[in-house]
C-alpha cells in the first residue's frame, strides 16, 4: 500500500480492533507497493505563477517523508501554441509565469525517473466572487476541542450562471498560511442562483488581527472529482483520508492532480 500526504483512517480503525478484542489479535498485512511520482500541479489566469510539485509516494511501514523529485523536465503549453519550460525554485517545486486564458486547453509534460507523464485541463469561464462573510456564531456552545476564543461561520457568495455546469474549489489562507482545508462545490442544486455558500459552519476560530484570505477557483469537471474522491474532502487532500488511491486526471501515474482555474480572492481582517 502506498501513501502520500494523506493520513488513513484504517489507522484508527485498526487501533479500535486490536484495543476492542478481548481474546484475538488482528494483524493488518499492507503489500509494499511501488513508489509512484505525485504531481500537484496548477495554472491559474490573471497572471498568476503556475506551480507544479513533484515528489514520490512512500510504503505504509515508512516514515512520512515524501521525497521529492528533483531535475524533471516540467513543460506547460496550450491550444493557442504556446509553450514554457518550468523552472525548478527549490526541490521538488516548478514554477513559471506562464498564464491561463478562459476557454482554452492547457496540457502539463512531466519526464522524471525514466517516464513521461501527461494531463490535460480545461480552464473555464470566471464566476465573479462577491464577496466573503465572516459571521461570530452565538448561543452554539463553546469552541472547538475545548479551546478558548470565537466562533465564526463562513460563507461566500456569488452568483452562478444558469445552464452551465460550474465546479467551484475554495482555498483558505490565515496570515498568508494556507490552511489544510479545501472546500469544493458544484451547482447540481442552485444553477443560475445567486448562491451564499457556507463553508465553515460555525467550527472556524480565528484571532484578533488575523487577516483570513479565501481563494475562490472556478476549475473544470475532472478536478472536481479528484477533490471530490476524497470524500468531498472536509480538509482536502493534505488532511483527507482514503485506503484506496483516489481519481486522478494524470496520465503515467496513479497520483496526483493537474488544474488549469481561474483565480479570485477576498480578504477580510479579524477586528
Known amino acids: 500500500m502506498m501513501k502520500y500526504n ?6 484508527i480503525f485498526a487501533t479500535f480492533l486490536l484495543l476492542s478484542a ?24 490573471n497572471n498568476d505563477s503556475s506551480i507544479v510539485k513533484i515528489s514520490r509516494s512512500v510504503n505504509f511501514s515508512d516514515s512520512d517523508v515524501f521525497p521529492n523529485v528533483e531535475n524533471a523536465l516540467v513543460v506547460l ?18 514554477s513559471s509565469s506562464f498564464s491561463g486564458l478562459s476557454g482554452h486547453q492547457y496540457f502539463l509534460e512531466v519526464g522524471a525517473d525514466g517516464k513521461t507523464l501527461t494531463s490535460t485541463s480545461y480552464l473555464p469561464a470566471s464566476v465573479n466572487f462577491d464577496s466573503l462573510l465572516i459571521n ?27 445552464l452551465v455546469p460550474n465546479y467551484y474549489r475554495f482555498v483558505e489562507y490565515i496570515n498568508g498560511n494556507r490552511s489544510s482545508r479545501v472546500f469544493i462545490s458544484d451547482d ?13 459552519g460555525g467550527t472556524s476560530r480565528y484571532d484578533a488581527g488575523d487577516l483570513i484570505t479565501f481563494e475562490m ?34 496520465e503515467g501515474s496513479k497520483l496526483g492532480y493537474f488544474s488549469a482555474h481561474t483565480v479570485q480572492r477576498l480578504s477580510f481582517l479579524m477586528p
Open 77 to 94: 503549453s496550450d491550444d493557442l501554441g504556446n509553450r514554457d519550460t518550468l523552472s525548478e525554485i527549490a526541490a521538488g517545486l516548478y
Open 136 to 162: 461570530e456564531v452565538q448561543g452554539i456552545g463553546g469552541p472547538p476541542n475545548n479551546q478558548t476564543g470565537k466562533r465564526y461561520e463562513v460563507a461566500v457568495c456569488f452568483q452562478d450562471p444558469a
Open 22 to 45: 478481548c481474546t484475538e489479535v488482528i494483524e493488518l498485512d499492507f503489500n509494499d507497493a511501488d513508489a509512484e511520482i505525485v504531481i500537484e500541479g496548477a495554472l491559474g489566469n
Open 217 to 250: 477557483q472556478c476549475i473544470d469537471k475532472p478536478v472536481y472529482e479528484y477533490f471530490n474522491s476524497f470524500g468531498n474532502l472536509n480538509g482536502g487532500p493534505q488532511a483527507a483520508s482514503s485506503p484506496a488511491n483516489p481519481y486522478t486526471n494524470i
Open 6 to 11: 494523506l493520513s488513513l483512517p484504517i489507522v
Open 188 to 200: 447540481r442544486f442552485s444553477d443560475g442562483t445567486a448562491t451564499r455558500l457556507v463553508l465553515r
